[in-house]
């Protein structure tokens, strides 16, 4: 695989900022790939995308493009496309100068300015808005005209910092799939901030999760999301259920429920343990069913039933007053008769297991 | 209604009588009055002072701006705050300070003057005191706008492969040109008007150094209300026009 990007141990302090924005940071992206750098915001991930820009130079480490280091090279002599979280379209400028621009200070002939911007244009499927300003435009527009111009000098790289959080949900989607596709056609090397664990998993190839200024898991999303490396990308990747317990007899005690014990962790080890909403069980209300035999199976109260389109989240209390949240689809809801206050049997069909901080 | 009224008494009132006194004689003791040699020359004068001090306001006041706005350093709100002082100071006071500085008996002053510029009692101090009068104004119409570009624009810039020199050029001069003109535009109507601190190192010789302002208060003190007031017509139709184009180069900003 061609390397595209390379961060050898960034580090970055901000002054006035209370340690380090970014904590030794390294990750190597392929040429071609499309990843995702996704985290709580505050977690370091803006600034590692506006180093490897240059719009920010570290205070330690490489940068390395297309296997050329470029640390001290000016962000203009990169030869990378950025994308801003609020676009930074030009506003006194139409369209087409907008997309323009990066191809004409360079001198282009105008014939080649003109065919690149309308090839450009029609990509973006905004043929027709050139003329147009940007105070003129939508906001998933205004995206797509900033995506276009960080496109027309033809970069090696694109970086885009969380270029969807400000539209609304329907925007977001297609843009995402848009994305995707373009990625599909260009095949340029691509990073892009995030902090929607959905959005990061469903567009990227690999995604890099970032906290408190370092990396905690680098993977493909199947990855990432079945085999969490640490408590805190569990925490983050689609678990929303967070129960303490402690080793007995080798199963994990979590409360009124329990698990298989990680292996090596004799009795007495605490531990921590992630359950995704999907990954309980709900076995029926405790009035109408058997408790079967296993000892796992433990009791709960509904205590809130919210409808979520045709998914309800179900807000379980266990027996030792831990919260507990299920989804379930609203026809198996209505099949198990499910009310508030009710006592209901659940099970953990699976769990991520950490203790203290090491992986399972 | 109530400011209407206000507006009316305070605004309209004293314009339209400063207009009755003014062709109180018939239009032809205007024209008279308004180009008798030292009238316009004043009028000249005045037009000429405030158009190079506000041409100078334009590229100062947004350098002060963007250095305020784009760069972190020590005494950077000293500065901001010392940017208002000149609208606090009296400004009589201002002309004291010039001339105690620049004057015949003051060192820079004589070391001008041994270099064959004169200074005070001349144009450039006139200059000086406008420039120092309305140095607040383009700053702080310039520096909202340059604000709210927040960086982002110029960066994007820098990520399509602009200098700083192109990008200064082709993305921020032209967002913040109708702040810069709105900004000028005002100092050149402030400066129109300015009495204290003209009056003070001018020097006031007809025909030389004599302003617009101060020679409306020479008519005024010697008796002749027409010529003052003719002379006050023609100052009030400059400011006029240029309020109306202030205001509609931003209704059309805004629209």
Known sequence: MLVGIVARDLVKRFPGGSGRAVDVVSFEIGAGELVALLGPSGGGKTTVLRILAGLESPDEGRVLLRGVDVTDVRVQERNIGFVFQSYALFRHMTVRENVGFGLEIRGKPRAEVDRVVSELLALVRLAEFGARYPHELSGGQRQRVALARALAPGPSVLLLDEPFGALDAKVRLELREWLRRLHEERAITTVFVTHDQEEALSVADRVIVMNRGKVEQIGTPEEIYDRPATAFVAGFVGSINELEGEVRGGRAALGSLAVHAPPGAGDGTSVRAFVRPHDVELVGVTSRVEKRSSVEVATARVERLVRVGWMVRIELKLGDDQPLTVELTKDRVAELGLTEGEEVFVNLRDAKLFVQDYSI | ?255
């Open chain 2, 1 to 255: 209604m109530a400011a209407g009224t206000y507006l009316l008494l305070m605004v309209a009132l004293p314009v339209a009588t400063l207009a009755r006194e003014g062709l109180s004689k018939g239009l032809g003791e205007l024209g008279r009055a308004i180009l008798h040699p030292v009238a316009r020359a004043a009028v000249l004068l005045t037009l000429e002072t405030a158009l190079v001090m506000a041409a100078v306001n334009a590229v100062m006041g947004t350098l002060i701006a963007y250095v305020l706005v784009r760069y972190r350093f020590p005494g950077r709100k000293l500065l901001d705050v010392l940017i208002d002082l000149p609208f606090a100071i009296p400004t009589l006071v201002t002309g004291m300070m010039i001339v105690t500085l620049l004057g015949p008996h003051a060192a820079l002053g004589q070391l001008f003057e041994a270099a064959g510029l004169r200074v005070v009692y001349a144009p450039p101090a006139i200059i000086l005191a406008l420039l120092f009068v309305t140095l607040p104004l383009v700053v702080r119409t310039v520096q909202p706008v340059l604000m709210e570009l927040d960086g982002a624009d110029e960066e994007a810039a820098y990520t399509l492969g602009a200098s700083e020199w192109t990008t200064f050029r082709r993305v921020t001069l032209p967002a913040i040109m109708p702040a810069i003109v709105s900004g000028a535009l005002q100092s050149f109507a402030r400066a129109l008007g300015e009495f204290g601190s003209v009056v003070v190192v001018a020097g006031n010789i007809p025909r030389r150094t004599l302003t617009a302002a101060v020679h409306v208060f020479g008519e005024v003190e010697s008796g002749d209300v027409h010529a003052a007031s003719a002379m006050s017509l023609v100052l009030v139709t400059i400011a006029f026009c240029v309020v109306l184009v202030v205001s509609a180069r931003q209704r059309g900003a805004h629209g």
